[in-house]
């Protein structure tokens, strides 16, 4: 076997070892309440490991010894055996004189000597470090310890080892229970149509901010108590008036400059996750508007507040997510869609951990996609000069 198919082998069975463990990991979690007793034993061996390093990301000593010589070999156990059957599914595939056992052999005991390695560090790897707040995860396929910290937060979601491939499939890299929501724009069609899915996910409450009410364009102050202790904030409002402007880019800058601010002043110390932004952008970010008066002012503010959406997906300090729908019926017009396949569709992404959000059947929000990663240039100061905005997110 040459080097370059030893090292391919070696890639191929330590995924297999990694994918087949997420999968069974996700049944531990689910086995603690099977009929089965052998079934509810692998789960109770598991529940070790969440029991020594928990959900308030610390390490509980009175558990060492059994996440040490349970948890942490059962965890070994199952990758070995997935690498097994990864290189059983090869023999299968490809003549069975081209299959060699030394890969197996050699990411077997890779997988056992890592296995030894982390019990004598006390199960402190490279994924289990204690956390105030996780950090931003800026990985899309690679598992880290930001990542896996939020496995330790969430126990049923972010079940990836070593790459989210289970995670992608499954829609499992996104829990939104228990978390409060403040929303604009939530008398309208996407508004209604996120609420009724974001409900039927067991959301903490969901408050909306009304127009003339709780806020307008030059006063924010009456946000303030319902911003304190929200865990996201959704910009679902819109307009293609004459107060395009102020209402899809000017205002939204500062609706989430004073949310970010509330966060850093009024944040939670048991909070343990990243605050997040969802804005509800268009398609028009990247088609052109046909000449036509509404659809240029629409446009004119839509793409204004790009540069201040770019800056706040690349910040460290919140988790950005920027969705961007085809038409769908509402009072801003008509469509081949409803509100809530747009907002079914926005939410399978966002279960996948998506960031950048396109709901289309168009195709165009995945151009502009591109358009959004490579020349749009983040500007925190974008649209904010001429209210003499604070910078919370700089902060």
């Not at 503010?301 to 038409?327: C, E, G, M, Q, W």
Request: glycine letters at 6%; one cysteine or more; hydrophobic letters at 45%.
């Amino acid at each position: 076997m040459s080097p370059l198919s030893f090292a391919v082998s070696i890639f191929y069975l330590y995924l297999c070892g990694s994918v087949f463990f997420d999968t069974a990991h996700w049944f531990m979690h689910k086995w603690a309440k099977s009929p089965w007793r052998f079934l509810r034993w692998l789960s109770y061996c598991h529940q070790f490991h969440h029991l020594y390093y928990n959900r308030s990301l610390n390490f509980n000593k009175k558990y060492l010894w059994q996440n040490s010589l349970i948890a942490l070999p059962l965890e070994a156990v199952a990758k070995i055996l997935g690498s097994i059957l990864g290189w059983l599914l090869a023999q299968n595939l490809v003549s069975y004189e081209d299959i060699e056992a030394s890969p197996l052999i050699a990411v077997s005991a890779l997988e056992f000597v890592r296995t030894v390695v982390v019990i004598f560090m006390d199960g402190r790897d490279s994924n289990h470090i204690t956390y105030e707040t996780v950090p931003k995860d800026k990985s899309w396929l690679f598992v880290g310890p930001e990542y896996h910290a939020l496995h330790h937060v969430h126990p049923d979601r972010y079940m990836g080892s070593m790459v989210k491939l289970f995670d992608w499939i499954t829609g499992t890299a996104f829990s939104i229970r228990n978390k409060r929501v403040v929303m604009t724009g939530g008398t309208g069609a996407f508004g209604r149509a996120i609420e009724k899915q974001l409900l039927a996910e067991g959301v903490k409450d969901v408050q909306k901010l009304r127009f003339g009410t709780d806020w307008t364009h030059e006063d924010f102050s009456n946000t303030t108590s319902r911003f304190a202790g929200a865990d996201i904030l959704i910009l679902a409002h819109g307009t293609k008036g004459m107060d395009a402007m102020d209402a899809n880019c000017n205002s939204s800058i500062a609706l989430i400059e004073h949310f970010l601010h509330q966060q850093k002043v009024q944040t939670p110390q048991s909070r343990k996750t990243l605050p997040e932004i969802w804005y509800v952008g268009s398609e028009i970010e990247i088609h052109p508007a046909w000449g036509i008066e509404e659809m240029q002012r629409y446009s004119a503010s839509k793409r204004s507040f790009l540069p201040y959406a770019r800056a706040l997906y690349d910040s460290s300090n919140v988790t950005y997510r920027h969705i961007v729908p085809a038409a769908f019926q509402s009072r801003m017009g008509g469509a081949i869609v409803s509100p809530d396949w747009a907002a079914r569709v926005a939410m399978w992404w966002i279960h996948r951990g998506a960031c950048y959000v396109p709901v289309t059947y168009t195709g165009l929000a995945y151009s502009n996609f591109l358009k959004f990663l490579l020349w749009v240039s983040p500007d925190l100061s974008s649209g904010s000069e001429s209210r003499g905005l604070n910078r919370a997110i700089a902060e």
